[in-house]
């Protein structure tokens, strides 16, 4: 009797023909990549949303349309003919894609976005994208972006006396704004304050509110200086003016406005040094005011009272993991879809997807490191779990793993083994095999590569499958592959093939042209039914 560990002669699973077909819409949808610019949109930008990635097939989508309902935003995504039912025909050939649509200027705000692929027969369901938030503009005598959204409900804090019996660091909430952008006056709810005069008279919306009576005054952030709450990570520094400032994780540099008692907190023997890793807590200014001084050059914003901590490892003060990550690491999955808090499993996640830490909660053996998946959307904020502050990372990106279930990616030929821009990745099989393009602006040192692919298979029994890779002479690496599902009915099924090889040898590798790298095959064995 054969062993029911090997592949069985005569039941070797085939993939499916590739004869031509009307444009389909794949099932399941492949991953999507989603940018938009600028980075920091305004009331006053117009949004360029971008999406693009890898396509099952050569019907590739070249355009796309867009409807705003309040704060959401629908994307469709138009497969060729979607419009006019002028439908090519379709090689099972992998293509490549990019679509870009402009939307606004839109209202100050948190939008999110979703997409819809839409074919002239069909559309799926609307599908989480990601998200971006429109800050307030530029004011009219220069000053700078504000760094964080301010509108109705924002806590601001007093940087300067004020008349009214107002003082430096007294708080308030704003309860709107003499502008649709918010960028003049505020009405603010001072706490506890009993000698206001202002009304809403003058509010540019006609929202109900009730407010303490007494407590508001209209406040102008060009005159007066107005600051909200601020904590975030970076790298403790001096500029060439003698200023201190923070180079925060989110690539915005911060003065820090503590000249006068800081440098005895800084040395050998004090508590920190220039270009240690902090955390700062304070009040970040709205926007620098005409009547306060400053001696700095402006820069992204001015953070009042900051109180410093030595920003930890990932995991902050406690062992995050046995490998102790640091924000920013680069790590590879080693399970697919990963469930979440609930046990529901994520779809999107295959085994060997690379990502970025983002943070740790070390006090969850099973959830304990925060990380930002690339090209992944699926995810949800749940950043107030981690020990330390996430740093910045693309909406829907982040999901909570196990220690075991990541491995840190080896450093690369850019330095953290990620693939340079036109680096690609192209999975085929039987004599198309694996072809890989080498980015020919980026170095020959090794550095990671990584594709997926929708495949149709067909087999006449209920199956477990694997996958076989075998790379090319003269081609190293680390390779390995994951096929969702693993386990598949008899007949006709759709799986995604992920591969990814690391620390691949480029100097074999012709740069600019695609050449094939590996062969992969997808075994079968019998799998009992459940």
């Known amino acids: 009797m054969m062993n029911k560990g090997m ?4 039941l ?3 993939l499916a023909a590739s004869a031509l077909a009307q444009v389909p819409i794949p099932d399941p949808l492949p991953a999507f990549d989603f940018t938009f610019s600028p980075a920091n949109p305004t009331s006053q930008s117009t949004v360029q949303l971008s999406i693009g990635g890898l396509w099952p097939d050569s019907c590739v989508s070249n355009s796309a349309t867009v409807f705003v309902d ?4 629908e994307v469709a995504l138009l497969l060729p003919g979607a419009l006019d039912c002028n439908e090519p025909n379709c090689a099972p050939t992998l293509g490549t894609y990019g679509v870009t649509t402009p939307v606004g200027p839109l209202a100050p705000g948190a939008y999110t976005v979703l997409l819809r692929v839409v074919s002239c027969s069909e559309a799926t369901e609307p599908q989480f994208l990601g998200s971006f938030t429109v800050g307030i503009p530029t004011g009219g005598n220069g000053e700078p972006n504000v760094p964080v959204q301010i509108g109705p409900g924002t806590c601001v804090v007093l940087l300067e006396d004020l008349d009214c019996g107002l003082r430096a660091g007294q708080a308030g909430i704003v309860v709107c704004c003499d502008s649709a952008d918010c960028s003049g006056r505020l009405r603010v709810s001072w706490f506890l304050h009993t000698q206001g005069t202002g009304t809403s008279d003058e509010c540019v919306d006609d929202t109900p509110r009730a407010v303490p009576p007494a407590s508001s005054t209209w406040v102008d952030p060009r005159e007066v200086g107005l600051g909200v ?4 990570c970076g790298t403790l520094g001096q500029n060439e003016e003698g200023c201190f400032v923070l180079e925060a994780d989110d690539g915005r540099t911060y003065i820090l406005v503590a000249g006068s008692w800081l440098p005895q907190f800084l040395g050998p023997e004090a508590e920190f040094e220039l270009g240690d890793r902090v955390r700062v807590r304070g009040l970040v200014n709205i926007m620098r005011s005409a009547g306060m001084f400053f001696a700095c050059t402006e820069l992204d914003g001015d953070i009042f009272n900051p109180v410093f901590t030595p920003c930890a490892p990932a995991g902050g003060d406690g062992d995050c993991c046995a490998a102790n990550y640091q924000p920013g690491d680069r790590v590879r999955l080693l399970v697919s879809n990963p469930p979440d808090m609930i046990g529901r499993p994520v779809a999107g996640l295959p085994a060997g997807t690379l990502g ?10 099973d959830f304990t490191v925060y990380v930002s998946w690339d090209n992944f959307t699926g995810g949800f904020d749940m950043g107030f779990l981690c020990d330390t502050a996430p740093i910045s990372h693309p909406a829907g990106s982040a999901w909570w793993v196990g220690c075991d279930d990541i491995v840190r990616v080896a450093g690369g030929g850019n330095g953290n083994g990620e693939p340079c821009p036109a680096d690609t990745l192209t999975i085929g099989f039987g004599s198309n095999g694996i072809q890989l393009f080498r980015d020919p602006q ?17 087999t006449n029994f209920r199956a477990r499958l694997s996958l076989s890779i075998t790379p090319a002479a003269g081609i190293n690496g680390t390779w390995q592959g994951t096929i969702t599902p693993e386990v598949v009915s008899a007949g ?9 090889a690391e620390g691949v040898d480029l100097s074999q590798i012709p740069a600019g042209q695609n050449v094939q790298v590996a062969q992969v095959s997808i075994l079968a064995v019998p799998e009992p039914a459940p």
């Open 442 to 458: 980026c170095p020959t040192t090794p550095r990671t590569f990584s594709g997926c692919v929708n495949v149709t298979v067909n």
């Open 7 to 10: 592949c069985i002669a005569g």
């Open 492 to 500: 006709q099924n759709n799986v995604l093939v992920c591969i990814t």
């Open 70 to 73: 309040g704060t959401q935003i």
């Open 356 to 365: 970025t830490v983002l943070c740790c909660n070390t006090d969850d053996e």
């Open 12 to 14: 070797v699973m085939l």
């Open 229 to 232: 709450c601020f904590d975030r």
